[in-house]
């Protein structure tokens, strides 16, 4: 009997994690984001070819694919992007209509944080919340060749902020 082997594809990402971000009305708030490089390697717990060899069923040799330890686990590597040496320079808020009194914006913070100030005095937000969808991206220019010039435009995160109901004063 043949192995079990997965199609062969590869998919690649390319899109920005979703945040959900609350915020009480009447306040003025900082949220970091660490930017980081993050690197998986996944791999299934149990051996594909070890499980099929030893677990599969046969009349004098039933199921043990339960009880083999496990093989491989996953690992993250993570480390700092260096957004002002990648050639970042600003960071850039997008609202989707926002309502009077909303106020984002973003910084560049300790080389590898984005930090993202919401001033949110919001008269709409009084007496019932308000969601709003966002987007925060870093932009600027690098010469990865040392001449040519690249813009940069890349999403540091994008979701809902929700402006939780309260008073102003």
């Known amino acids: 009997m043949s192995y079990r082997l997965p199609e062969q594809r590869e998919h690649f990402y390319d899109v920005a994690s979703q945040s959900s971000i609350s915020v009480d009305n009447g306040t ?6 660490p930017c980081l490089y993050n690197i998986r390697e996944i791999q299934n717990r149990k051996h594909r ?18 009880q083999l330890p496990p093989e491989h686990d996953f690992v993250i590597i993570t480390d700092e ?7 970042y320079t600003d960071i850039e808020i997008g609202l989707d209509d926002p309502p009077d009194g909303l106020v984002m914006t973003g910084d560049i913070y300790d080389y590898s944080n984005v930090v993202i100030t919401i001033n949110s ?17 870093a932009i600027g220019v690098a ?3 040392g ?3 690249t813009e940069l435009r890349d999403i540091v995160t994008k979701g809902t902020l929700r402006i939780v109901a309260g008073p102003t004063e």
């Open 143 to 145: 010469y990865p060749d």
């Open 81 to 87: 992007v260096n957004l002002i040496g990648e050639g």
């Open 49 to 66: 070819m070890i499980h099929d060899h030893l677990g599969w069923p046969s009349p004098d040799h039933p199921d043990s694919s339960c």
């Open 121 to 137: 005095m919001c008269e709409d937000a009084v007496k019932q919340d308000v969601v709003v969808p966002f987007s925060v991206f």
């Open 147 to 149: 001449e040519t010039e």
């Open 28 to 33: 003025i708030s900082r949220i970091t984001i």
